[in-house]
C-alpha cells in the first residue's frame, strides 16, 4: 500500500512513502506542540506519535476512505498519517500515565 511501484528511492529502500513519514511527523510535532507538560514528555509524545503513524497508517487508510470515501491515493495515506501521528500523543500520554502509576506504588 504504501510503496511507489515507481522511482520513489525511499519506499524501495525503507518501506515507507517519504509523503508519509513526513506528514506523520508533522502531525506527531503538532501534538507534542500543543500538549501541556514538561519537554521531556513532548519530545517522547512525538517520537511515539511519529512511530504510531508509521506503523498504524496502514490500517487507518481504509477507515478514512470507509467514511470519507474514494480520493487520491497520496492524499488520502498523507491525511491518514498526519491524524495518526496526532493520536500517537493520546497513546503516548496514556502509556506515561500507566508507567508513572505503576512506579508510584514502589515510592511509597
Known sequence: M???GGGDWFANEIGVKLS???AGFIGALVAGL???GPVWERLTSVLVGFACSIYFTPFA??????FLGEGEANNIQNGAAFFVGMAGLVVARSVLDV???FFSKFQK
Do not use: S
Open 99 to 101: 508507567v508513572r502509576d
Open 20 to 22: 508519509v513519514v513526513i
Open 61 to 66: 487508510v481504509p477507515l478514512v476512505v470507509k
Open 34 to 36: 500543543i500538549d501541556r
Open 2 to 4: 504504501f510503496l511507489n
